[in-house]
């Protein structure tokens, strides 16, 4: 237990759908992490969030959208995804907002994500 | 920003000691150095986190020379529940925040 909880564990959705991820951290942290991992591929960065703001958008399409409405929920809403958007879709937080200060990120279990 | 090098992957034995290195020659003066550890299917856990010179936990000793250019995870005497991918982890920062941007890590084979 990470004290970071996703939900749903797995979604199976079609291409027309729309689905939402859910992320909550127990934690009191400052800022939160969407990351995708494809099969045997490494952890991609696609948004980062402090204190509720979005300051990081690693040119992710717009097919994914995440909302941040206080500092201890992330949602990720997905809509007209490709099969290639098939993944792990896995949440973090981390205490502070700035680096260089012994920063530790927690992780989520994660959201197995399937586009049929 | 920051970037890190690390093997791709390593293989051993149980009961060996296993030292990873990773690379990082544009550390900030005040970055830490973090390692993760992921399993199949979960997300990273943290392992061990460092400044400077040697830290030690009850899983894993973490070595940093003086020049902070490169760091190693030390793990004694692995057993085979310890076959996963190892990151490691250091600051960037794009307008102030902490962007934290993993490698490819290691993958780290155990065998009986």
């Known amino acids: 237990e990470t004290g970071v909880t996703q939900t749903p564990r797995h979604l199976v959705m079609g291409m027309t759908n729309k689905k939402s991820l859910k992320c909550e951290q127990h934690?009191?942290?400052?800022?939160m992490y969407w990351y995708k991992q494809s099969a045997k591929k490494p952890l991609e960065l696609m948004f980062v969030y402090s204190l509720e703001e979005r300051v990081e958008n690693n040119s992710v399409p717009s097919r994914f959208s995440p909302e941040c409405p206080n500092s201890s929920h992330l949602f990720l809403h997905l809509h007209t995804l490709q099969p290639e958007d098939s993944a792990l879709y896995l949440c973090?937080?981390?205490?502070?907002?700035?680096?260089?200060?012994?920063?530790?990120?927690?992780f989520g279990e994660g959201s197995w994500l399937t586009v049929v | 920003l920051a970037k890190t090098t690390q093997p791709i992957s390593m293989d051993s034995y149980e009961g060996q000691e296993v030292n990873i290195t990773c690379s990082h020659n544009?550390?900030?003066?005040?970055?830490?150095i973090t390692w993760y550890q992921q399993f199949p299917s979960q997300g990273p856990r943290f392992i061990i986190q460092?400044?400077?010179t040697k830290v030690t936990n009850e899983v894993a000793s973490l070595f940093i020379p003086a020049d902070r250019k490169s760091s190693t995870l030390s793990l004694p005497r692995v057993s085979l529940s310890d076959t996963a991918v190892y990151y490691c982890l250091v600051g960037d920062v794009s307008g102030g925040s902490y962007i934290p941007t993993f490698g490819r890590g290691t993958s780290l084979i155990v065998h009986p």
């Open positions: 460092g400044y400077k």
């Open positions: 934690l009191g942290h400052n800022a």
């Open positions: 544009n550390i900030a003066t005040n970055d830490y």
């Open positions: 973090a937080s981390s205490p502070k907002t700035g680096a260089g200060t012994g920063n530790t990120i927690y």
